[in-house]
């Protein structure tokens, strides 16, 4: 009974590292820009959720919101000011300045919050539980998961229904086009990275909830989003989802199975499916498509 | 075919200024300093970047992952003198050995993978030794290793693992520029420019990159070893450690990437700016984040990149030049792959 649980909270907790990898590969497949310093600014969104909580007790929505539009805002003038400067064929700048960008923010989080490893804590919400078929579950994980769902869902209804999101898609193809029909394609650039980091830190946020973080937790979120977006594909929302998902399931199932391994098992479970791939081996949710 | 005398002055020049500047630098590392701690980190964490630059500058295959063969060179030094009883030459061996077989088995998960799939790649299974190491009893779990020092002459211990760093360091740089003048170093840079034209003339692109893997992997490894031998205990959160990752990135970044000159000036840089901020390590992370931005931005190619580009001058000269009459006449022309470069930029941008 205790695996099923695990096994639940990790769909829960993979729905976000399925938003971690959707953030990584929208930089990565419109802008072919690898933002090195993801993870930070996953870690940025929980510290940012965390210091608005404790200067007024706010609803939890109302933070997430908060937080959403501070991120878009920080995603777009990183953008707008640096990294529009250093995309081209060679993807190497872009991730080497993300690299300084990362070693930069992990080391004022340091010196703004200390290293200690903190939670963010909503009261009476965190403990309330409802008990289905026997397995109880927390009402926040619910939350959580259906705000990942829903998050989802927009960003698809984003990319296929509107303006802006046709013009990211577009950018992934043919920026040249897209300029030809009067996108300013800096901005397009800058509204995606926006988009992107705002995922980033959204989940961040509402990972913090489920679990601790502290200024270095920023490396193991970056790996995390990485293998969503390696497994899941470039470009493809569900295969996002299923990466995620799976990712956070074998995480927390091996975490049960031996406390101290951290990301190992994902790791692992990572690796055997490269390793797998490279014998050709096509899996269900490995196709591409852009 | 005999080497003429143009041939043999050309291979003297070639080598002079590269041989006078290394012995220079060396002499003030021996003779300056009164402790030798310092140079020995230098001279170490140079061959490191040296290491590194082989494989990220000249193969174009950026790793974010080379921590992994500085603990495993540590630790596999470790395990067999403490539980093999090797004596130390033998373990440095071994230490060589299994960084080695490390990098070939991680090749055979990376050698499909490009660009960010590689650095990311390495990354991952950096941490997963990491972890694993973490997690084995026989090699002291989270709580690291102590060297058994009893097998070791420890009156001339400190002098000993200064000489080995020494000679790390000098046939590190010597040895990287030999192959970069080889058949092969020209195969991996052909490859690093243009893969397709590369393969069209026969170079087998996979297997000089998984060379240059496994030759870089030996050469972080053995510096992995002997740093810390020197301090005679390895723990996974130190050996396996990203900060070991992030000072060679920082070192060859800023030196300049792809050349043989930028790890000796961005490590001279480094240990400047690291003696300067001793006191507050943050400030100093900070300002190394800040630098990688700056340089990416105006300075891509780092700062001997910028001397090279505008005064065409190799101190380690690994690109070919045409036959001519001398080389006095020669040397201030620009290459022809130099002339190639700059009809190709403006098309590119």
């Given amino acids: 009974m205790s695996l099923l649980i695990a096994i639940i909270n990790g769909v829960m907790v993979g729905g976000l590292y399925g938003l971690f990898g959707l953030g990584l590969a929208l930089a990565f497949g419109i802008m072919r820009v690898v933002n090195i310093a993801h993870g930070e600014f996953i870690v940025l969104g929980a510290y940012l959720g965390a210091a608005l909580l404790s200067v007024m007790p706010l609803n939890i929505f109302v933070v997430v919101c908060l937080v959403a539009i501070i991120a878009f805002g920080v995603g777009w003038l990183l953008q707008f000011s640096l990294l529009n400067r250093l995309i081209g064929p060679n993807p190497v700048p872009a991730m080497i300045a993300t690299m300084g960008l990362s070693i930069i923010i992990r080391n004022a989080l340091v010196s703004v919050f200390g290293t200690d490893i903190r939670a963010i804590d909503l009261g009476s919400l965190q403990d309330a539980g409802i008990t289905l078929f026997g397995v109880s579950i927390g009402i926040l994980p619910l939350i959580i ?125 990572f690796l055997l499916i490269l390793l797998v791939r490279h014998f050709d081996v096509t899996f269900l949710f490995a196709r591409k498509k852009i | 075919m005999m080497p003429n005398r143009h041939a043999r002055a050309a291979l003297l020049g070639d080598y002079l200024p590269g041989v006078a500047i290394c012995g220079a630098l060396l002499a003030g590392l021996i003779w300056l300093p009164s402790d ?32 992994v063969f500085i603990g495993i060179g540590a630790y596999s030094l470790f395990m067999s003198m403490n539980a093999f009883g090797l004596p130390l030459p033998l373990a440095l061996g071994v230490a060589g050995l299994v960084t ?26 950096a941490d997963c030794v990491r972890l694993l190491i973490g997690q084995w009893d026989w090699v002291g779990s989270s709580r690291g290793v102590m060297l058994e020092s009893s097998k070791l002459d420890l009156t001339h211990f400190a002098d000993m693992v200064f000489w080995l760093a020494i ?29 397709v034209a590369a393969a069209s003339v026969g170079i087998g692109a996979s297997r000089s990159k998984v060379t240059a893997l496994i030759l870089s992997a030996l050469i972080c490894g053995l510096g992995g070893a ?69 340089v990416m931005v105006f300075a891509p190619q780092g700062i001997w990149g910028v001397i090279a580009q505008r005064t065409g001058l190799q101190i380690f000269p690994t690109r070919r030049r045409p036959p001519g009459p001398s080389l006095a006449a020669r040397r201030p022309k620009p290459t022809t792959e130099d002339k190639a470069q700059a009809a190709r930029a403006p098309a590119k941008g």
């Fill in chain 1, 145 to 269: 998961f259906a705000i990942a769902i829903v998050l989802f869902l927009a960003v698809g209804a984003l990319m296929t229904r509107t303006t802006i999101g046709r013009a990211f898609r577009a950018a992934a193809d043919d920026f040249e086009i897209l300029e030809t029909l009067g996108f300013d394609r800096r901005k397009v650039y800058a509204s995606a990275m926006g988009l992107a980091i705002m995922l980033a830190a959204v989940a961040g946020l509402l990972l913090a909830v489920r679990s601790s973080f502290s200024p270095y937790s920023g490396v193991e979120r970056l790996l995390i989003s990485f293998e969503v977006v390696i497994i899941g594909g470039l470009g493809s929302l569900r295969g996002s989802l299923i990466a995620g998902i799976f990712l956070g399931v074998v995480q927390v199932v091996g975490l049960k199975l031996n406390p101290n391994s951290g990301p190992l098992f994902s790791h692992l479970a």
């Fill in chain 2, 36 to 67: 030798n701690r310092l140079p020995m980190e230098i001279l170490l964490v140079f061959a490191m970047a040296q290491g590194w630059n082989l494989l990220s500058g000249y193969a174009g295959l950026l790793s974010f992952g080379h921590q």
């Fill in chain 2, 100 to 125: 080695m077989a490390t990098a070939a088995v991680m090749a055979l998960f990376l050698h499909r993978m490009r660009d960010a799939y590689f650095s990311i790649g390495i990354w991952v299974m």
């Fill in chain 2, 167 to 195: 000679g790390l360091a000098v046939v590190v740089q010597f040895g990287v520029f030999i192959l970069l003048r080889s058949r092969f170093g020209l195969g991996l840079m052909a490859t690093r420019d243009n893969d």
């Fill in chain 2, 226 to 294: 002997v740093y810390y031998l020197s301090i005679l205990y390895a723990d996974p959160s130190g050996a396996f450690d990203l900060s070991w990752q992030i000072k060679i990135l920082f070192i060859v970044i800023i030196g300049g990437v792809g050349t043989l000159e930028g790890p000796i000036l961005g490590t001279a840089l480094y240990f400047v700016l690291q003696q300067a901020f001793q006191d507050n390590g943050e400030m100093f992370l900070l300002l190394q984040g800040l630098t990688a931005i700056v």
